[in-house]
């Protein structure tokens, strides 16, 4: 497994520009949102409890953020379970509202992401490698957390990292 530090590294690269960050902010939450929702009707039960396929994969994808940084992963847990719940939520009111819900959120949610690109100039950080998609929702956290003083170290080591791998 990678460390964080390279992961978000290769990540901030792609998204130097403030306005592609800002335009992430919004889009990565709202495409994650929209996925939970088909993923919602998709489910087992395990001892009377229903398990939707959003609750697992949510729980493989927060395993991996846990095991890259145990606050960040918490901070990242909670952060999902919103967003698991909501769209669970919407998947409750039916298959034409989930739908018309998952389309509006997913599309808009890309086209704010490409916009972003459109500023920094650069594609997006999938192009090159797809498992990025699972480091977004967490180097947007550790954002967060480093405008909050988390970790500075690994923030000025990410910065630095990311500004070579920009720069090569």
């Known amino acids: 497994m990678k460390a964080l530090e390279e992961q978000m590294a290769v990540y901030s690269a792609y998204h130097q520009d403030a306005r592609n960050r800002a335009t992430h902010f919004i889009g990565v939450p709202i495409i994650v949102l929209s996925l939970f929702i088909p993923l919602a009707w998709l489910h087992i039960d395990l001892a ?3 398990i939707s396929a959003g609750m697992i ?3 493989i994808v927060l395993a991996y953020y846990l095991a890259l940084d145990l606050v960040l992963g918490v901070a990242m847990v909670l952060v999902f379970a919103l967003l698991l719940e909501a769209g669970e939520h919407i998947a409750a009111l039916g298959p034409a509202a989930g739908w018309t819900w ?3 959120l997913f599309v808009g949610g890309w086209i704010l992401q490409l916009v972003g690109h459109v500023f920094e100039g650069r594609r997006p950080a999938l192009t090159d490698n797809l498992f990025q998609i699972f480091i977004a929702p967490i180097f947007l956290g ?11 170290g690994l923030q000025a080591a990410v910065r630095e990292r990311a ?4 720069a090569g």
């Not at 550790?142 to 500075?152: M, T």
């Open 48 to 50: 009377g409890v229903p």
């Open 57 to 59: 994969l949510a729980a």
């Open 102 to 104: 998952f389309g509006v």
């Open 142 to 152: 550790a954002e967060v957390f480093f405008a909050l003083g988390y970790k500075p």
């Open 163 to 166: 500004l070579r791998l920009r």
